[in-house]
């Protein structure tokens, strides 16, 4: 390269790392909400990366065996959304393809945080092409990330063939100091430690500084040394304007090949003056015009110009990861040309899967059970629909937070496997005792295109709910299974039991809540879990035996897709009462309907195993299953009441859970508690006026 060359590279280099900082600047400004402190510090980091690294084609943001790049520290979104802009990455639409739009537009960067733009305050993966995932609350995105290796080596472990290295990508993530301090963080850095995850590498921006002042006011430890010890390599750059050693340290990321590695970026974060003694108080809000035109200044910008890309920016972008990406991808289009012709099958899997569809048959095979008054309990009709529908579908994987033996979650069907580190084929996972990791490792997997689950106690469920509730905004397809529904797991006592779960996963968006009441409606659940392929399903399950009802005698089980659906009715149809239940307490309430009918009570049994489901059906669909003019109804469900008055109505009456549990067997609590069928008549009686 010759001397003047070098000048150009060097200052279009500059030139682009400024852009991004000061359209970062100019957004948050616009917006007058946020900072653009962190893009102001991490843009270098972000340029080395996009520029030199990252595999990426942004012409076809859609291709499977691109690295992917999360933005743990999603309170810097602008920063992602100024670089997406500029390398030009282009919107996929709601069906998967790829449209000629830019996904950030100049126009979406005006509009940084306003209604309905895809610049919204975070960055959120469903709306946003180029976001990989949604971040924010810090933490969450480095956990994703783990996810994604997990992905990237299984599906290199299954797919890839000798001469035909169809997965290979990496996954980089870029978290603070916020991030770090977070535990699920440090779960799911143990667990892609552990896992010894060479496709894994974070950037930690180490700016000495958080929201409310500096970070040695709350965070001391060593942070290299903790790494070590989690067994990742770690790499630390002294300065994170230096393009040159940021270079080496993603050298030395791809060097590594045994373990994760952690980069420590120091950095400084941005300021309107440099020069400004006071550095806490402008934190966490924008620079305000002045100090705006400071920054610009320090940059070497036209001070009034506003969202200024100059001349050879784009250019830059396009011939350096828009060239490469280009290139790589289609050199990757070329061979999986060839790899379709030699391994149709599994060519036609991978489609399908990032198509996000299910393969032809998904359903086959699904156990039918007899009925069975002894019965079983649904955590062991799930274990065997668990197997039948991951033994057809060969991209589903998942695993429990240490508790697989009794949420009945392991696939012993032949060639099902283990995940372990450096044997990365088998389909079972095994998280540990780290549910929050779990949950957020499974939105990395399902972005990645896999169907996975997730399995621990349901009242665990407050552990990981902060990564469910992401799985539900980014609308994946995630399958949580949860066994020990309710105080009917009896010994273990309250502090096991669950009793507000429920009503908080069914107040949750996008999610389906199914509580299914005896093995067939298990079955029916999972399927419509299945199905559900725009937000996660959570499942709960029995620890306790409960009938498997006579079919031939109640409705078919098939009704589950529907939500709610009559089980047991009157003569002609026409009910006084009804009896609502979900789960364990199916059983109470058909008995309670047997004892009701005997003395002439005329009695409706609906089964309700999944609310949003029965909410989605129409007018005349819900009237027929609740009568608005039947206004004796009873609810029955050993969790929270919260919710069922929705059901009942003011006539109604709800029995449930009004106070912990108790350690105890379940019969002792049952009587306690009044989960017993004469307390189901009783209360029908009541409400009947009887
Ligand atoms: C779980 C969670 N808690 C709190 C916040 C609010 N928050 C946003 S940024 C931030 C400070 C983060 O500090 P750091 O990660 O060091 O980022 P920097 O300020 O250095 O960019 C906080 C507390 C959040 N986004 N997520
Ligand atoms: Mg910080």
């Known amino acids: 390269m010759s001397q003047a060359s070098q000048t150009i590279q060097v200052n279009l280099d500059q030139l682009s790392i400024n852009t991004i900082r000061t359209l970062s600047i100019d957004g948050v400004q616009q917006a007058n909400s946020g900072h653009p402190g962190a893009p102001m510090g991490l843009a270098p980091v972000v340029y080395a990366l996009f520029q030199g690294v990252l595999r990426y084609n942004p012409a076809d943001p859609t291709w499977p065996?691109?690295?992917?790049?999360?933005?743990?520290?999603?309170?810097?979104?602008?920063?992602?959304?100024?670089t997406l802009h500029l390398i030009g990455v282009k919107q996929v639409n709601h069906s998967g393809q790829v449209t000629d739009e830019l996904?950030?537009?100049?126009?979406?960067?005006?509009?940084?945080?306003?209604?309905?733009?895809?610049?919204?305050?975070?960055?959120?993966?469903?709306?946003?092409?180029?976001?990989?995932?949604?971040?924010?609350?810090?933490?969450q995105g480095v956990a994703h990330s783990v996810g994604m290796a997990i992905a990237s080596k299984w599906l290199a472990e299954n797919y890839n063939r000798p001469g035909f290295e169809m997965f290979d990508f990496n996954v980089y993530s870029i978290c603070g100091d916020g991030d770090l301090m977070e535990g699920v963080a440090g779960e799911a850095a143990s667990l892609a430690g552990h896992l010894k995850l060479s496709n894994l590498c974070w950037i930690y921006d180490n700016n000495r500084v958080t929201l409310d002042g500096p970070a040695e006011w709350s965070f001391s430890e060593d942070v290299m040394t903790r790494f070590v010890g989690y067994g990742w390599n770690v790499t630390r750059v002294a300065d994170a304007n230096d393009l040159q050693v940021l270079t080496r340290a993603y050298d030395v990321f791809a060097k590594t090949k045994d373990r994760p590695t952690l980069i420590v970026v120091d950095s400084h974060i941005g300021y309107g003056s440099p020069n400004k003694q006071d550095k806490s108080d402008a934190h966490g809000e924008p620079l305000g015009e002045a100090e705006v035109k400071l920054a610009k200044r320090f940059y070497g910008w036209p001070e009034d110009a506003k969202f200024l890309v100059p001349d050879g920016v784009y250019d830059q972008f396009k011939n350096g990861v828009g060239k490469r990406g280009a290139e790589a991808q289609s050199a990757w289009k070329a061979k999986f040309a060839e790899y379709k012709k030699q391994f149709a099958k599994e060519a036609e899997q991978l489609e399908k899967m990032q198509a996000g569809k299910l393969p032809e048959g998904w359903d086959k095979d699904l156990p039918v059970f007899p009925a069975d008054a002894k019965g079983m309990a649904t955590r062991d009709s799930s274990g065997k629909t668990l197997n039948a529908l991951?033994?057809?579908?060969?991209?589903?994987?998942?695993?429990?937070?240490?508790?697989a033996h009794s949420n009945k979650t392991n696939l012993t069907f032949d060639g099902a496997g283990d995940f372990y580190a450096h044997q990365y084929k088998g389909r079972n996972l095994h998280y540990g005792v780290r549910e929050h990791a779990m949950g957020a490792a499974a939105n990395g997997i399902a972005l990645c295109k896999l169907r996975t689950f997730s399995a621990t106690f349901f009242n665990f469920t407050d552990y990981m709910k902060p990564a469910m509730r992401l799985g539900a905004l980014m609308e994946l397809p995630v399958l949580y299974i949860f066994t020990h529904d309710s105080i009917g797991l009896g010994e273990d006592g309250p502090t096991h039991q669950?009793?507000?779960?429920?009503?908080?996963?069914?107040?949750?968006?996008?999610?389906?809540?199914?509580?299914?009441?005896?093995?067939?409606?298990?079955?029916?659940?999972?399927k419509a879990a299945m199905l559900h392929s725009h937000g996660p399903s959570t499942l709960v399950f029995?620890?306790?035996?409960?009938?498997?009802?006579?079919?031939?005698?109640?409705?078919?089980?098939?009704?589950?897709?529907?939500?709610?659906?009559?089980?047991?009715?009157?003569?002609?149809?026409?009910?006084?009462?009804?009896?609502?239940?979900?789960?364990?307490?199916?059983?109470?309430?058909?008995?309670?309907?047997?004892?009701?009918?005997?003395?002439?009570?005329?009695?409706?049994?609906?089964?309700?195993?999944?609310?949003?489901?029965?909410?989605?059906?129409?007018?005349?669909?819900?009237?027929?299953?609740?009568?608005?003019e039947v206004t004796a109804r009873v609810s029955v469900e050993m969790l929270s009441t919260f919710g069922w008055d929705r059901y009942v109505g003011p006539k109604g009456k709800s029995i449930g859970m009004h106070s912990f549990g108790a350690s105890a067997p379940i019969k002792d609590l049952l009587k306690k508690f009044g989960f017993e069928t004469e307390n189901v008549v009783a209360a029908a009686k009541q409400v009947l006026g009887k």
């Open 65 to 82: 065996n691109r690295d992917r790049f999360v933005l743990s520290a999603g309170h810097a979104s602008m920063l992602l959304y100024s």
């Open 103 to 139: 996904a950030v537009s100049m126009e979406q960067l005006k509009r940084f945080r306003q209604l309905d733009s895809r610049t919204p305050g975070h960055p959120e993966s469903h709306l946003t092409t180029g976001v990989e995932t949604t971040t924010g609350p810090l933490g």
């Open 390 to 403: 991951a033994k057809n579908i060969p991209w589903m994987i998942g695993g429990s937070a240490d508790l």
């Open 498 to 526: 669950p009793i507000e779960q429920l009503a908080a996963l069914r107040a949750t968006p996008n999610m389906l809540v199914l509580r299914p009441g005896d093995a067939n409606e298990v079955v029916e659940a999972y």
């Open 542 to 628: 029995t620890r306790q035996a409960l009938p498997t009802l006579d079919r031939t005698k109640y409705a078919p089980a098939s009704g589950v897709a529907k939500g709610a659906y009559v089980l047991a009715d009157a003569p002609g149809g026409k009910p006084d009462l009804i009896l609502m239940a979900t789960g364990s307490e199916l059983r109470l309430v058909v008995e309670a309907y047997e004892k009701l009918t005997a003395e002439g009570i005329k009695s409706r049994v609906v089964s309700m195993p999944c609310w949003e489901l029965f909410e989605q059906q129409d007018a005349a669909y819900k009237n027929s299953v609740l009568p608005p």
